[in-house]
Antibody, heavy 126, light 113 residues
Framework: EVHLLESGGGLVQPGGSLRLSCAAS????????MSWVRQAPGKGLEWVSA????????DYPDSVKGRFTISRDNSKNMLYLQMSSLRAEDTARYYC???????????????????WGQGTTVTVSS | DIVMTQSPDSLAVSLGERATIKCKSS????????????LAWYQQKPGQPPKLLIY???TRESGVPARFSGSGSATDFTLTISSLQAEDVAVYYC?????????FGQGTKVEIK
């Protein structure tokens, strides 16, 4: 069974940094792209980053580009999100998400995010 | 960016009745190479992460009850719950994975009337 377990959330001051981690199990981690998706309190879903199976390619929306960095360690089945210059509007629950394929290697069989973790909460406040 | 707009924002349906949610994308999400629409539907119950229901606009994920169905193409899509059950109370999101940035609809809250 596929399992994703996030950790690393907490309270951080504006301008601060935080690193989220996601431990993956139940699938061949390196064969799949992975993403982070966040949800502000009482709000909808916002995609914040994606990374290829190899870790060599990544993508971000403008809202976090230059402040967030996604990475992975395929030897440890771990996904990370390094967040810096944090703002109040980054307050959210952050979900680790498994993509249905490594879409950087081909798009035809890709069908989006198929598994989500339970999430970890990040609060940016002074 | 592709903007996803759902309607309505909320709806209340009697048990056993049909629930219909619309999703409109600001541009086509039809991938010409395979003629598939890169549109998914997720269900999110309170306190839980989203769960994949439908992908490629109309393909039901394994284990999802047959009362959930998706339809539509290009820019206009529909999620239908044919006979609402109590456990279907949730917020439903459409999502385009055609291009980045990936975007979601604002969500539709389904309740029991």
């Amino acid at each position: 069974e596929v399992h994703l377990l996030e950790s690393g959330g907490g309270l951080v001051q504006p301008g601060g940094s935080l690193r989220l981690s996601c431990a993956a199990s139940g699938f061949i981690f390196s064969k799949y792209a992975m993403s982070w998706v966040r949800q502000a309190p009482g709000k909808g879903l916002e995609w914040v980053s994606a990374i290829s199976g190899s870790g060599y390619s990544a993508d971000y929306p403008d809202s976090v580009k230059g402040r967030f960095t996604i990475s992975r360690d395929n030897s440890k089945n771990m996904l990370y999100l390094q967040m810096s210059s944090l703002r109040a509007e980054d307050t959210a629950r952050y979900y680790c998400a498994k993509e249905s394929s490594d879409f950087w290697r081909g798009y035809s069989n890709y069908y989006g995010i198929d598994v989500w973790g339970q999430g970890t909460t990040v609060t940016v406040s002074s | 960016d592709i903007v996803m707009t759902q309607s309505p924002d909320s709806l209340a349906v009697s048990l056993g009745e049909r629930a219909t949610i619309k999703c409109k994308s600001s541009q086509s999400v039809l991938y010409s190479s395979n003629n598939k629409n890169y549109l998914a539907w997720y269900q999110q119950k309170p306190g839980q992460p989203p769960k994949l229901l439908i992908y490629w606009a109309s393909t039901r994920e394994s284990g999802v009850p047959a009362r959930f169905s998706g339809s539509g193409s290009a820019t206009d899509f529909t999620l239908t719950i044919s006979s609402l059950q109590a456990e279907d109370v949730a917020v439903y999101y459409c999502h385009q994975y055609y291009t980045t940035p990936r975007t979601f609809g604002q969500g539709t809250k389904v309740e029991i009337k």
